[in-house]
Nanobody, 116 residues
């Protein structure tokens, strides 16, 4: 069974930085896509950033230039470096992986709060 373990959330002031990490275990298949989604209160879950096993990345417009996603294929781990954080980045962030192009797995979610 695939398991995702997230870490790194917390409270930060506007303009600050946080790094989210996610490690996947329980699979021997290539993880095609690793990424982060977020869900703010009263809003739908949205894609923040994702990265393929070949290194192609995709970001939602609101985080471009501020967030950077990276992965370590050998460790099945993905990291989201978040800089210049804004109050509107406040949300629960979820790690997501897709395996064999069809199986989706989610982390339990980690709170990120940007507030002064």
């Amino acid at each position: 069974q695939v398991q995702l373990v997230e870490s790194g959330g917390g409270l930060v002031q506007p303009g600050g930085s946080l790094r989210l990490s996610c490690a996947a275990s329980g699979t021997t298949f290539t993880i095609n896509v690793m990424g982060w989604y977020r869900q703010a209160p009263g809003k739908e879950r949205e894609l923040v950033a994702r990265i393929t096993n070949t290194g192609n990345t995709d970001y939602t417009d609101s985080v471009k230039g501020r967030f950077t996603i990276s992965r370590d294929n050998a460790k099945n781990a993905v990291t989201l470096q978040m800089n210049s954080l804004k109050p509107e980045d406040t949300a629960v962030y979820y790690c997501h992986v897709r395996i064999r192009y069809q199986s989706d797995y989610w982390g339990q979610g980690i709170q990120v709060t940007v507030s002064s």
